[in-house]
């Protein structure tokens, strides 16, 4: 079993940056895949970033490419998103998963342990 805890959400003005973190404990995300999924009100889960935990290949969401990085740490067992130029289109409840098939995965249904979810918040 696998537990994840988001951290980092808030509310920032239109332009503004968050960092938004990603703990596991129980199991390491060593060797899994990772990724970033939001859900904005009345809309699916989307995929926002994802990453192979271990070789760093990155996929992003074309709505965010250019303005967000996925990154992890190896040692500290950690999940980062980094969004820079918000938008209010980026208001969401983002959510961080994890699965231990490995591999860079985009789907809903591609990952078995999911975050509890942190509130960002752009105001224009």
């Known amino acids: 079993q696998v537990q994840l805890v988001e951290s980092g959400g808030g509310l920032v003005q239109a332009g503004g940056s968050l960092r938004l973190s990603c703990a596991a404990s129980g199991r390491t995300f060593s060797g899994n895949a990772a990724g970033w999924f939001r859900q904005a009100p009345e809309k699916e889960r989307e995929i926002v970033a994802a990453?192979?935990?271990?070789?760093?290949?990155?996929y992003y969401a074309d709505s965010v490419k250019g303005r967000f990085t996925i990154s992890r740490d190896l040692a500290k067992n950690m999940l980062y998103l980094q969004m820079n130029g918000l938008k209010p289109e980026d208001t969401a409840v983002y959510y961080c998963?994890?699965?231990?098939?490995?591999?860079?995965?985009?789907?809903?249904?591609?990952?078995?342990?999911w975050g509890q979810g942190t509130q960002v918040t752009v105001s224009s």
């Open positions: 998963a994890t699965d231990p098939r490995g591999g860079l995965r985009i789907g809903n249904s591609d990952y078995a342990y």
């Open positions: 990453i192979n935990w271990i070789g760093g290949i990155t």
